[in-house]
């Protein structure tokens, strides 16, 4: 037996509670990121959000996802960039500023544009700040972001 008050609208407020979902993109050309060497940077190249964050602080601002509520999330990242030279360039997922262990990379030629994406899971704590970082393997390298992608969604537990 169902309450008398469970409607659509009521539904849909109970789910809110349940999930959580935020995403930044870069739809067409970033600006360079800062010249990118052995030591992974933050990607700096966000430039707008993917739909409404829910339980989540999305910012393009400081490159950043902050996680409100405790769970467990999918992250996923679609990458597409261009160098100027040939270059192995790697991409990471970072919570709190140390590495989740969730990578990819890509060998691009001269000039190429080359495209990546990683998957996982994250067991995320409230206030957890997820990121992602970029390094080149060998010389410095100037990277720009194109049609890029990097969003979360969960399950609250």
């Not at 990121?33 to 739909?51: I, R």
């Amino acid at each position: 037996e169902y309450p008398e008050d469970l409607n659509a609208d009521r539904l849909w407020d109970i789910l809110d509670q349940l999930r959580s979902y935020g995403g930044l993109s870069q739809n067409g050309t970033g600006g360079g990121q800062t010249t990118v060497a052995d030591t992974p940077l933050k990607v700096n190249q966000w430039a707008s959000f993917m739909g409404t964050p829910v339980n989540m602080t999305v910012s393009h601002g400081t490159d950043d996802i902050i996680v409100h509520k405790t769970g467990i999330y999918e992250v996923h990242v679609h990458i597409s960039f261009a160098t100027a030279t040939a270059a192995e360039i790697k991409f990471h997922v970072y919570v709190n500023g140390a590495s989740a262990n969730i990578s990819t990379n890509r060998i691009t030629s001269n000039t190429d544009k080359g495209s990546c994406s990683m998957t996982g899971v994250l067991d995320l704590e409230a206030g957890d700040i997820v990121t992602i970082y970029v390094e080149s393997v060998a010389a410095a390298e100037d990277i720009t972001l194109s049609e890029s992608q990097f969003w979360i969604a969960g399950r609250i537990s």
